[in-house]
């Protein structure tokens, strides 16, 4: 049984914090803490018993909380649930760059991801390949979506298409290949792109598919395409199956920029976006935390409970800090960690050179495995279940190596490694040797020296 997770608030953040982010300084606190409490009293008898004596989110009204399945109609996949009090959903990013990458090393990392347990895959092909698409959604048990944005823009710029006529074939398309979800770019305006450009922003876009929109609200001097067509998407939607994933267009990418002035007036937007798409009975996830400082993640997440109307709102990792290039993967998953405790219904992994080099397959192997460390150690933080935990540790008290391998959040690879170094039960490791403060205690209890 899937063990669901409870609400958790930023209540327990600075209010000076609080108050430079720009953000309403009064953050209710909803939840009780007994301080008192130990970690082993919250230990459940097992994590069946813990999933049928636990309901999580109770002190939140019921339209607070929405969830709902991720598959197309026509996707003859399992899907997976969307939204608290589910687990937050782990994501993988792929697509062919022309001149860089092409479509069977990205169906690799496609593969990759699938074996390794991802819940989602979002194509970022930006040229009109797409046998990608069309092998994955064919091939693959996994929620799969990709960007309509990049298609948009070349229709319109490039082909000078009309623009509600591009928006339009492109998304038809997508909901008639059995696309499970569609990325857009709906939350920026045109006045929105010109104070950008002129603004003191670090970076001012992040997004590849916000610049881009933005590139066409101010080239062909007109207002966001997906606005205009918003109602006829949303009726794509809604018969098809297919989610939209409302984008950051103006999400921070520099930890220097979070809670800025634009990205709060951008999240508003989404909301009201996100309330027409759940009149219109239409599935919708927004995009919420990219680059923020670690402090200010349960603020964001706070802001998404309180404006979103229930939607489940997700995180590109996120990232904490900017510095750590060539580690990103680990940045975000310390960002992941704070995300999916306070909230976040889904995550996806950002890679060891997120912002200096396409992944490649081991690339996208190590971020995902660092990614599913830290929703676990979330999800240990939020339901209390220690009993994985508990018995890797029994198992390392006896030096039973065999027994904390099987234990391992990532057995086969601790299996490989223990069987290198051939340790045998009861065997010391070489940290401490014949210094072993385990094997020591058993030679003392036994009335050895």
């Given at each position: 049984m899937t063990m669901e997770w409870p609400e958790m608030t930023a209540s327990n953040a600075p209010e000076s914090e609080v108050l430079c982010a720009g953000v309403y300084a009064e953050i209710g606190s909803s939840l009780e803490v007994n301080h008192t409490s130990t970690l082993r009293q919250l230990i459940p008898p097992s994590p069946q018993g813990a999933a049928n004596s636990m309901t999580f989110g109770d002190h939140l009204p019921p339209s607070h909380s929405v969830s709902y399945l991720m598959k197309n109609d026509s996707h003859a996949i399992t899907g997976v649930m969307m939204g608290r009090p589910h687990p937050p959903v782990l994501g993988v990013i792929i697509g062919i760059t022309p001149g860089a990458t092409d479509s069977e090393t990205e169906y690799a990392k496609a593969e990759r991801a699938h074996a390794l347990g991802v819940h989602t895959l979002t194509d970022l092909t930006t040229n009109d390949d797409t046998r990608l698409r069309k092998r994955v959604l064919e091939s693959?048990?996994?929620?799969?979506?990709?960007?309509?944005?990049?298609?948009?823009?070349?229709?319109?710029?490039?082909?000078?298409?009309?623009?509600?006529?591009?928006?339009?074939?492109?998304?038809?398309?997508?909901?008639?290949?059995?696309?499970?979800?569609?990325v857009i770019h709906a939350?920026?305006?045109?006045?929105?792109?010109?104070?950008?450009?002129?603004?003191?922003?670090?970076?001012?876009?992040?997004?590849?598919?916000?610049?881009?929109?933005?590139?066409v609200e101010l080239r062909a001097h007109r207002e966001n395409p997906y606005v205009e067509s918003f109602d006829d998407i949303l009726a794509v939607c809604r018969s098809s199956g297919m989610a939209l994933?409302?984008?950051?267009?103006?999400?921070?990418?520099?930890?220097?920029?979070?809670?800025?002035?634009?990205?709060?007036?951008?999240?508003?937007?989404?909301?009201?976006?996100?309330r027409r798409a759940q009149e219109a009975g239409v599935k919708v996830s927004?995009?919420?935390?990219?680059?923020?400082?670690?402090?200010?993640?349960?603020?964001?997440?706070?802001?998404?409970?309180?404006?979103?109307?229930?939607?489940?709102?997700?995180?590109?990792?996120?990232?904490p800090t900017d510095i750590g290039i060539g580690y990103d993967d680990v940045v975000g998953a310390i960002g992941a960690t704070t995300a999916a405790q306070h909230g976040t219904s889904w995550i996806t992994c950002v890679t060891a050179g997120e912002h200096c080099h396409l992944p490649s397959v081991d690339d996208i192997t190590q971020a995902v495995k660092y990614f599913q460390i830290a929703l676990h150690a979330a999800a240990v933080s939020c339901h209390g279940d220690l009993s994985q935990d508990a018995k890797l540790s029994e198992a390392r008290n006896r030096n039973d190596w065999a027994a904390m391998a099987h234990h391992a959040i990532h057995?086969?690879?601790?299996?490989?490694?223990?069987?290198?170094?051939?340790?045998?039960?009861?065997?010391?490791?070489?940290?401490?040797?014949?210094?072993?403060?385990?094997?020591?205690?058993?030679?003392?209890?036994?009335?050895?020296?």
């Open positions: 693959l048990d996994i929620v799969f979506g990709t960007v309509p944005t990049y298609e948009i823009h070349r229709r319109i710029l490039r082909q000078c298409e009309d623009a509600k006529s591009a928006v339009m074939r492109v998304i038809e398309g997508l909901a008639r290949d059995g696309v499970d979800f569609a939350s920026g305006s045109r006045g929105m792109a010109q104070r950008v450009r002129d603004s003191a922003r670090v970076i001012p876009v992040t997004s590849r598919g916000g610049a881009m929109m933005a590139e994933s409302l984008a950051g267009t103006y999400r921070p990418g520099s930890i220097a920029d979070a809670m800025d002035e634009t990205h709060l007036e951008e999240v508003g937007i989404q909301a009201e976006l996100v927004v995009e919420l935390v990219n680059h923020v400082p670690l402090n200010l993640i349960p603020v964001y997440c706070d802001l998404g409970r309180s404006q979103l109307h229930g939607a489940p709102f997700g995180a590109l990792g996120p990232t057995r086969d690879d601790a299996v490989a490694l223990l069987d290198r170094l051939g340790y045998h039960e009861g065997q010391a490791c070489t940290m401490c040797s014949g210094a072993c403060p385990l094997v020591r205690r058993k030679v003392a209890l036994k009335g050895g020296v």
